[in-house]
């Protein structure tokens, strides 16, 4: 069998089947990934572009029907190949279900194994030819260029139309944001998503160092500029020679530093300190805030020439609550996260609590609704519901400002919603409110 060098995955938990099936593979001029367990493949998957999977069934935490069930559902394009110990029809007819390309029980031979993969690989390439005649979709099995940005609303496709812009250039960009929002993330995106993504990419938060610290780490000091300096030290921009300084929180640097800043940015030339001999850089420098730095410009914390060096282009990140579509892919995104480091298998949450999570504010954006979701796979049990989430998510209630009111009438207006959402019934009420019947029924009468 003459075949082109396509990538298999192989997921097997027992490793002289996986050592058999890659001596055949390589055989036939096939490249080879190798997983002890769905948990490894669903890995490898993420960061490689694989051709054919070829797994198990049995399999210890994840079985291979949940990896058919995954990969059926998030990569459709990659042909399955299932070969197991344990035959049996409703197995067969559940994994032909799933979109299976063929089915092998062990033992067999190398020549069914080739018969098998054959027929497999005859679907991927017919897949490839359409690729080539451009009937598939444009995005057919393409690699998202911003991976770790999730989204798929107005306001982040903009963001990646600006990143598009700038990833293949040296421009420097200001990202603007909320706190939790992803600054670095888009940072981290324009940079390895370019050209110069070999180069180092060094993040750095400007408000984390210590002010009388920052001057020093970045720009490098030279054998008894201070007290302490043993040493001659280069510094973060040195560090990032050729490639991206990310200078998160710089509303915080002091006006000392904004003032070398400039020039470094002007000049493309750095002088430690303690120094009078300048050295030439090349780095492509990204800043972020969650300041508005036009009030600091008033006050007179911050340059207005820095600000408008670091300004040639500058990208506004949208809050959590300006992109609610978007946050059932982010729940997916760590559902799966969470739900492979911390239970070895797929967690789902229930329409009810998607729900509530749609309409919270979310006051610390996208690392708030991870910090939840963590904490709801961890006290879960693979299957999420209202139960596992904060009371301070369940319970808040957003009122105009026209209708703002005691607490008591607030609290009384929550339990009359959710006794009509459970058609008056008072323990299952009750049970959600995380209260008695008794006090429920004391609540309602004052």
Request: proline share 4%.
């Amino acid at each position: 069998m003459e075949l082109r060098k396509e990538n298999v995955l192989i997921v097997d938990d027992d490793i002289g089947i996986l050592e058999l099936l890659q001596r055949h593979l390589l055989s036939w001029n096939l490249h080879c990934y190798k997983a002890i367990s769905v948990k490894e493949a669903v890995a490898i998957l993420r960061d490689a572009k694989i051709d054919l999977l070829i797994t198990d069934l049995k399999m210890p935490h994840v079985d291979g029907f949940e990896l058919i069930k995954f990969v059926s559902e998030h990569y459709p394009q990659i042909p399955k190949l299932v070969i197991t110990g344990y035959p049996s029809v409703q197995g067969s007819l559940q994994s032909i279900k799933s979109g299976v390309a063929d089915y092998l029980t062990k033992p067999f031979t190398k020549q069914e194994l080739a018969q098998a993969i054959e027929k497999s690989i005859g679907g991927l390439e017919e897949n490839v030819q359409q690729k080539e005649r451009g009937t598939l979709p444009q995005n057919y099995n393409q690699p998202k260029p911003y991976k770790e940005i999730v989204g798929k609303s107005d306001a982040i496709k903009k963001v990646f139309q600006l990143m598009d812009r700038v990833k293949d250039n040296k421009a420097t960009v200001l990202i603007n944001g909320e706190s939790g929002t992803g600054k670095e993330l888009v940072a981290q995106g324009i940079h390895f998503g370019g050209k110069f993504s070999r180069a180092p990419f060094i993040p750095v938060n400007c408000g984390a160092i210590p002010e009388n610290l920052l001057e020093s780490e970045l720009f490098g000091y030279v054998k008894g500029a201070f007290t302490g300096a043993d040493t001659t030290r280069d510094g973060y921009f040195q560090a990032a020679n050729g490639g991206t300084l990310f200078l998160d929180e710089i509303g915080s640097a002091s006006l000392a530093v904004q003032t070398r800043l400039l020039r470094v940015l002007q000049e493309k030339e750095v002088v430690k300190v303690g120094s009078r001999k300048p050295e030439k850089i090349e780095v492509r420098v990204i800043a972020a805030t969650n300041e508005e730095l036009a009030k600091l410009i008033e006050a007179k914390r911050f340059r207005e020439d820095l600000y408008y060096r670091l300004t040639v282009v500058e990208i506004e990140m949208p809050p959590l609550r300006k992109r609610i579509g978007d946050i059932p892919l982010l729940v997916d995104r760590f559902l799966f996260k969470y739900g492979m480091e911390y239970r070895n298998g797929f967690v789902k949450i229930d329409d009810e609590a998607l729900g509530v999570l749609k309409r919270y504010s979310w006051p610390g954006n996208v690392r708030e609704l991870e910090n939840v979701v963590q904490r709801a796979v961890i006290m879960g049990d693979g299957s999420l519901g209202l139960g596992h989430l904060p009371d301070t998510i369940k319970y808040q209630i957003d009122f105009p400002d026209e209708d703002l009111m005691p607490l008591k009438e607030v609290e009384k207006r929550y339990i009359q919603k959710v006794l009509n959402r459970m058609e008056n019934n008072k323990t299952k009420a009750a049970e959600i409110l995380g209260i008695t019947r008794k006090t429920l029924r004391k609540k309602l009468v004052d």
